[in-house]
């Protein structure tokens, strides 16, 4: 109640100092920011309780006995961020389980992981576990930042792609972050910078490539460096960018409308379906 009170003393001065564009983005980086913070410590409660590796589905019986719940799509498949752990999602698997219908699993991978390209492999193997679970043949992916680098490594590399349908990625460096060069004593940071290996071999050909790929990429990710770097661009992929506009690199998997979003993106099978080119959420 304090700062919606001094606000409004400050603007008039705001108005004189930058033009009304620039006093625009500067209170949209404000509520940006504060909405940031305010999920962050919302997330760091909720850490804990994301530390332990979902179970996943039980198989299918094959008796006739108690059958699976027809879904109307391919489970769906929560693959978090760097540093972080499946409470990341609690918010959009309830969404995304009430709304569409699939069946959706968070996977954790472990916060020592140090390369992409091994992430990617087990991955691979955490998915041929949960296909043949809940006998489905696809999955569709929906990665946060790193982890969404690990999916698309694992769907254009890794011929992953006959496996995964559609990859959303939320706040993924697609070529590379310069954020936070501290960082970089990380072996998985060098690895998401501009120019690394692992991006050059994402930026490779690959034709053939079965996966839809659909990119959620933020004006106010802090994260990516330049923000434009979370836009997916490859001539061989089917690859459509999302452009949302005034939220922050951690609101990307928890705000409802971009759940809205994700949800459209993957009732979007078809090359003839349409997924919207930009979202406005605050």
């Known amino acids: 109640m304090k700062v919606t009170g001094v606000l409004p003393l400050f603007l008039p001065m705001c108005r004189r100092l930058w033009p009304d564009r620039l006093t625009g983005l500067s209170l949209a980086l404000l509520k940006a920011t504060a909405l940031e913070a305010a999920i962050l410590t919302g997330h760091l409660l909720l850490y804990p309780t994301g530390l332990t590796q979902e179970r996943f589905p039980a198989p299918p019986a094959r008796d006739g006995t108690a059958q699976l719940p027809v ?20 918010l ?27 992430a990617a492999e087990l991955l691979g193997r955490h998915i041929e576990e949960i296909c043949e679970r809940t006998g489905s043949d696809r999955v569709d992916i929906v990665g946060h930042s790193l982890g969404g680098l690990i999916a698309r490594y ?16 939320l706040g993924t460096p697609h070529s590379g972050t310069s954020a936070a060069p501290l960082a970089d004593a990380h072996p998985i940071v060098r690895q998401m910078r501009p120019g690394s290996g692992v991006i050059e071999e994402l930026a490779r050909p690959a034709p053939g490539c079965r996966t839809r790929f659909v990119s959620f990429w933020s004006d106010l990710d ?61």
């Open 222 to 282: 802090a994260v990516m460096v330049p923000q434009e770097t979370a836009c997916l661009e490859h001539a061989d992929l089917d690859a459509h960018n999302v452009r949302v506009t005034g939220i922050g690199h951690l609101a990307l998997p928890v705000h409802p409308a971009v759940a809205a979003g994700i949800r459209e993106a993957l009732d979007a099978t078809h090359p003839g379906d349409r997924v919207a080119d930009g979202l406005t959420v605050a």
């Open 154 to 169: 694992y769907a254009q590399r890794l011929g992953g792609d006959l496996r995964v349908r559609t990859l959303v990625t």
């Open 71 to 90: 879904r109307s799509g391919p489970p769906v498949v929560l693959l978090h961020g760097f540093i972080d752990n499946r409470s990341v999602f609690v």
């Open 92 to 118: 959009l698997r309830r969404n995304l389980a009430q709304h569409g219908g699939q069946r959706v699993v968070s996977l954790n991978y472990s916060p020592l992981t140090c390369d992409i390209r091994a």
